[in-house]
């Protein structure tokens, strides 16, 4: 079985700041996917961000990216020019393709607050 | 944004009195899944949907059963609340054809078992 740790269940960033969200997972698959999802007050779960663990290249969206590193089991999210509306529960998760579909594995999440 | 409904939104319910919840999607998506989401665990998966009438157990599926007749519904129920039950509840959905398959959330269920 998988799992996912978020070792910060609380961070906090000053506005226009760069802030960077830590997750470890163990797993034994070689083919897998990792997330990042944001879920705001809105309880709405939105994804963020996606890594192929076949890619060695680190994905990218606009402010945010990732460093991960195959080896260690590690994937974390760095947010570049925090702002104001990156306020929410950060959650990392891993995913692995087999007859049962998609099954995500969640770690326990970072409540990030950006303040002004 | 992807055609999936839970509803209720909100439901407060007595120990012992069963509940269901339901999960309904306009995507055609073969997958369905049920977690929930508590403090400190983030979400855990319930159970989930491969097919009609095809579901499994997940991680923490003590206490609650499913059921899938048709594409578009998954129901949750839990036949005996009980106050360990109180929590948010996701339904989630996924084309699941390739890794590429992103999965899309419901908007959350609270429930408050008293």
């Known amino acids: 079985a998988q799992t996912v740790t978020q070792s910060q269940p609380e961070m906090s960033v000053q506005e226009a700041e760069t802030v960077t969200l830590s997750c470890t997972y163990d797993?034994?698959?070689?083919?897998?996917?990792l997330f990042w999802y944001k879920q705001p007050p809105s309880r709405q779960m939105i994804l963020v961000i996606r890594?192929?663990?076949?890619?060695?290249q680190n994905a990218t969206e606009n402010r945010f990216s990732v460093n991960f590193q195959k080896a260690a089991k590690s994937f974390s999210l760095k947010i570049s020019d925090s702002q104001l509306g990156d306020t929410a529960m950060y959650f990392c998760?891993?995913?692995?393709?087999?007859?049962?579909?998609?099954?995500?594995?969640f770690g326990g999440g970072t409540r990030l607050m950006v303040k002004p | 944004d992807a055609g999936i409904t839970q509803s209720p939104r909100h439901k407060v319910t007595e120990t012992g009195t069963p509940v269901t919840l339901r999960c309904h999607q306009t995507?055609?998506?073969?997958?369905m899944y049920w977690y929930r989401q508590d403090p400190g665990h983030g979400l855990r998966l319930i159970h989930y949907?491969?097919?009609?009438?095809?579901?499994d157990k997940g991680e923490v599926s003590d206490g609650y059963s499913v059921s899938r007749s048709k594409t578009e519904d998954f129901l949750l129920t839990l036949e005996s609340a009980t106050s360990s039950q109180t929590s948010v509840y996701f339904c989630?959905?996924?084309?699941?054809?390739?890794?590429?398959?992103?999965?899309?959330f419901g908007q959350g269920t609270r429930l408050t078992v008293v």
């Open positions: 998760a891993f995913m692995k393709h087999n007859n049962a579909g998609n099954m995500l594995t």
């Open positions: 797993t034994s698959e070689n083919n897998y996917y």
């Open positions: 890594q192929e663990a076949y890619k060695q």
């Open positions: 995507e055609n998506h073969r997958y």
């Open positions: 949907s491969y097919g009609v009438k095809d579901t």
């Open positions: 989630a959905i996924a084309e699941g054809r390739s890794y590429l398959s992103e999965a899309f």
